[in-house]
């Protein structure tokens, strides 16, 4: 039986050439894999933003579906191959916060699934950021949630003023947090005429560091209410006296420590010069607004002839628009990181002011590979 000659692998697959026009293809799709824009939400008044920012960036928004079936669950379908490109999920946080959640979760899980190389997760608002801090027997849920988005695909996120800065230390991936001071000061100087004669107020000493930040850049007076009415998270029993302590325990002599006294806010008090100005209250969230509705009370009863109240994330939750209306707020000026179209029918006073821009200009350097330090020139941590 005669020897086969064994060739060389090179010769052996000599012989085979590709189909016309493959090496072209190829090269096209190489060329082509970049970044595609995704919007997580279900309900229109939600996918606003995402449509602001793919227009600001010259891109279509990915083709995807997102419903609810039936029987409650939230189902994600991807129209469109995504393997090997960087996804970036637009999810701006409705009323039905679960459910946005749900939705950000499934649709980064099957981008996952389908291949994607990154997965950047676009969250102007994060929810569940108030609860992250123990509380008595509760948990740290913005913790488990930030645990959940890293099970889930996300690579990266791109937010706007946490509640809280150490949030950011809950995640196993880079976040970019993003400032709305900027647009703030902005909307400050070109459509308040007379800011000049205005001063910063905080509603409480916990908001005093972003108040100076303000007053600072704006070159303005500071004022701060302290007292009695207010309630800050900084009161709020946080579990150290779980279990109770017993009543009839024994101290050593040498142990007694010295009593210390209950903890009593003094009469409401405002600290710094309000009369005959302009009072502006800066904060980063307002949802439940009696303490702004109070507080403008108190600066009114002050000698403040005009108030606004300047907030980055506006839930204005349950009957909001009604008590700003009936108060003695003249104009509320939050972004759009959150939907609020059916609060602005409801109450004139709410002013809204357009952020997509940093958020694609965020996207782009991303994709690009570029520094991020642009966005946060001139930026403070108490921004």
């Avoid at 701006?92 to 990154?118: F, G, H, Q, W």
């Avoid at 972004?335 to 004139?348: D, I």
Wanted: hydrophobic share 40%; aromatic share 6%.
């Amino acid at each position: 039986m005669p020897r086969k000659l064994l060739l060389p692998y090179k010769s052996v697959f000599s012989h085979f050439r590709a189909p016309r026009g493959l090496h072209d293809s190829l090269t096209m799709n190489a060329a082509r894999s970049g970044y595609r824009v995704f919007s997580a939400n279900s309900t229109a008044a939600s996918t606003e933003l995402a449509k602001k920012i793919t227009e600001r960036l010259g891109a279509e928004l990915g083709k995807s579906v997102v419903y609810q079936e039936t029987n409650g669950e939230t189902r994600v379908e991807i129209k469109e191959s995504v393997r090997g490109q960087d996804i970036f999920i637009i999810q701006t946080i409705p009323r039905d916060v679960n459910t946005a959640v749900m939705e950000l979760l499934i649709m980064a899980y099957a981008l996952k699934t389908s291949c994607a190389r990154n997965i950047i997760g676009v969250i102007p608002y994060f929810p569940y950021s108030k609860q992250s801090k123990m509380r008595k027997r509760g948990s740290i849920v913005c913790k488990l949630l930030a645990s959940m988005l890293a099970k889930a695909g996300l690579t990266h996120i791109i937010t706007m003023d946490l509640h809280q800065k150490e949030i950011q230390g809950f995640f196993s991936f880079p976040v970019d947090n993003l400032r709305a001071s900027p647009f703030l000061l902005q909307y400050i100087q070109e459509e308040i005429p007379d800011y000049r004669n205005a001063v910063i107020v905080a509603k409480s000493p916990g908001a005093a560091k972003r108040a100076q930040s303000y007053a600072e850049r704006l070159r303005l007076g500071l004022a701060v209410i302290h007292g009695e009415a207010q309630c800050t998270e900084q009161d709020m029993d946080d579990g150290r006296h779980s279990p109770p302590m017993l009543k009839n325990a024994t101290v050593h002599p040498g142990l007694e420590l010295p009593l210390m006294m209950a903890k009593e806010k003094p009469p409401i008090t405002v600290v710094g010069d309000v009369g005959g100005r302009i009072a502006i209250i800066v904060d980063d969230i307002i949802d439940d607004v009696e303490s702004f509705v109070a507080a403008a009370e108190i600066l009114k009863e002050r000698g403040a002839y005009k108030i606004f109240v300047m907030a980055t994330h506006g839930l204005l939750s349950a009957d909001a628009p009604r008590l700003i209306e009936e108060s003695s707020i003249d104009e509320v000026v939050v972004t759009n990181t959150v939907p609020h179209e059916v609060q602005k029918l409801q109450c004139p006073k709410i002013k809204t002011v357009d952020i997509s821009l940093i958020l694609s200009e965020a996207i782009r350097r991303i994709h690009n590979g570029e520094s991020m330090a642009y966005l946060f020139r001139n930026i403070t941590v108490d921004d």
